[in-house]
């Protein structure tokens, strides 16, 4: 029997690998930085830190954690297979440090006044899983 591959449907989606060690130092109450300088490679860490300076005002420093961050996920999808373009599922735990930082990217972007920056992020962040988008703009 002979099976036939859909090219029309896309890409699959792309899973990032679990970092347990690290999860569970941020659900343990560490500070982000400190789990960010032991494991420089997760996003999520990244992602942390950008809020966290976002929240406090500090819109330049929350732009470059979050583009740290940003720039490691997009290193881990790579290897992950991901070919530029297709769903990073946010129901799938280790994507949301990714996909935190690209919301994060793109709302530093915007208050610092880049933005055709923060418009390709909010529209990448889009593309790659609509519930993030969603629930990260607080719908």
């Known amino acids: ?30 500070k982000a930085a400190d789990v960010a300088a032991r494991f420089p490679a997760h996003p999520e860490a990244w992602a942390a830190l950008a809020e966290e300076y976002f929240a406090a005002g500090h819109a330049v420093t929350s732009y470059a954690f979050a583009r740290t961050g940003y720039h490691r996920g997009l290193d881990q999808l790579r290897r992950a297979g991901w070919k530029g373009h297709g769903p990073v599922p946010w129901e799938h735990a280790p994507n949301r440090g990714f996909l935190r930082c690209l919301h994060a990217l793109s709302r530093a972007a915007s208050a610092i006044g880049e933005k055709d920056e923060a418009e390709r992020c909010a529209q990448f962040l889009r593309d790659s899983s609509a519930e993030a988008a969603r629930l990260l703009a607080g719908n």
Do not use: D, I, V
């Open 1 to 30: 029997m002979e099976t036939h591959e859909n090219l029309l449907a896309g890409p699959p989606p792309t899973l990032l690998p679990e970092n347990a060690e690290a999860r569970q130092m941020l659900e343990s109450g560490a």
